[in-house]
T-cell receptor, first 113, second 113 residues
């Protein structure tokens, strides 16, 4: 069975600095998708970024980018120029051959002014 | 578009009571999901549906039931509520399977005492 591990329960970053959130996963599938979701204090889950495993190029969305290392089964999220609005819980998720997503336990990011 | 809507937002149940959490989406998505989120944990899949009339169990289905009579609606039924069902419940929908973005509702905070 697939698993997703986020080993950093909490992280902190200064406003305007860069922070990297870690995610590792375990799978025997070769074709799959990886996601980062953001959950601010409002509880609303929002998709941040999506990576297709067959694409070697790392996905980017404005200030958000990923470092996808397929062989190492690693999928980290980099947030550049951190803003106060980036403070949230961030979840890594795996989507494979089933119709289901598997979520990690989350990393709570605090942004210090 | 309202997206994914959930009612109620909050509910307190006594042990042994039953209730239905409502979920509706207006995006014509075939796939719908129910998750629960416990403090400090990621999202656990309760049930999902790939289309009207088709449902399947997720990771934690015990104590819950679902039905999918229309594309738009996917209610979650709790029978004989127990304190272990105290959680935040999220409904989500997507156009396709696990490769697609899931759109989440705002969540229902349920307390069983």
């Amino acid at each position: 069975a697939q698993t997703v591990t986020q080993s950093q329960p909490e992280m902190s970053v200064q406003e305007a600095e860069t922070v990297t959130l870690s995610c590792t996963y375990d799978t025997s599938e070769s074709d799959y998708y990886l996601f980062w979701y953001k959950q601010p204090p409002s509880r609303q889950m929002i998709l941040v970024i999506r990576q297709e495993a067959y694409k070697q190029q790392n996905a980017t969305e404005n200030r958000f980018s990923v470092n996808f290392q397929k062989a190492a089964k690693s999928f980290s999220l980099k947030i550049s120029d951190s803003q106060l609005g980036d403070a949230a819980m961030y979840f890594c998720a795996y989507g494979g051959a089933t119709n289901k997503l598997i979520f990690g336990t989350g990393t709570l990011l605090a942004v210090q002014p | 578009n309202a997206g994914v809507t959930q009612t109620p937002k909050f509910r307190i149940l006594k042990i042994g009571q039953s209730m239905t959490l409502q979920c509706a989406q207006d995006m014509n998505h075939n796939y719908m999901y129910w998750y629960r989120q416990d403090p400090g944990m990621g999202l656990k899949l309760i049930y999902y549906s790939v289309g009207a009339g088709i449902t399947d169990k997720g990771e934690v289905p015990n104590g819950y039931n679902v039905s999918r009579s229309t594309t738009e609606d996917f209610p979650l039924r709790l029978e004989l509520a127990a304190p272990s069902q105290t959680s935040v419940y999220f409904c989500a929908s997507s156009f396709g399977g696990s490769s697609y973005e899931q759109y989440f509702g705002p969540g229902t905070r349920l307390t069983v005492t």
